[in-house]
């Protein structure tokens, strides 16, 4: 974990009640977040249904995310995170999204030279400043 995401996952679960139960002396005068919901899974299974369980438990997250995110009183106030943990790899993240962009140039073979801007687009571009 980076020192800015250490940062991050800090301040969210310093908001958490089982956190601030505990260390509410130190932090008088702090908001702290009202409720706290929890889903859990455990499931002893293959790699390739792990796969499928990671997309489940995104894609149930983009959906938690959004759905509260839909109310005008909470909007920017909601955190949803979703990690899985297990005995020989430890906590690890799921990012509610995948990196797909890089994912998509990590395959491309070696040597690739990337081609720049197309002629057709500079020529849009330049006609759509000239207007």
Request: negative net charge; hydrophobic residues 40%.
């Amino acid at each position: 974990m980076q020192g800015n995401e250490l940062n991050a996952y800090i301040a969210w679960a310093f908001n958490s009640p089982r956190v601030w139960k505990e260390f509410k002396w130190q932090v008088k005068g702090k908001t702290m977040a009202q409720q706290e919901w929890t889903i859990q899974a455990r499931v002893d299974c293959g790699p390739d249904e792990q796969v499928a369980i990671k997309v489940a438990v995104q894609r149930l997250a983009r959906h938690l995310l959004t759905q509260i995110s839909l109310s005008p009183t909470l909007r920017g106030k909601v955190q949803v995170v979703c990690y899985s943990e297990d005995f020989f790899n430890g906590h690890q993240d799921i990012a509610l999204i995948d990196d797909t962009v890089s994912e998509a140039i990590s395959g491309l073979p070696d040597g690739h030279q990337d081609e720049g801007v197309s002629r057709d687009l500079l020529d849009a571009v330049r006609d759509l400043q000239a207007e």
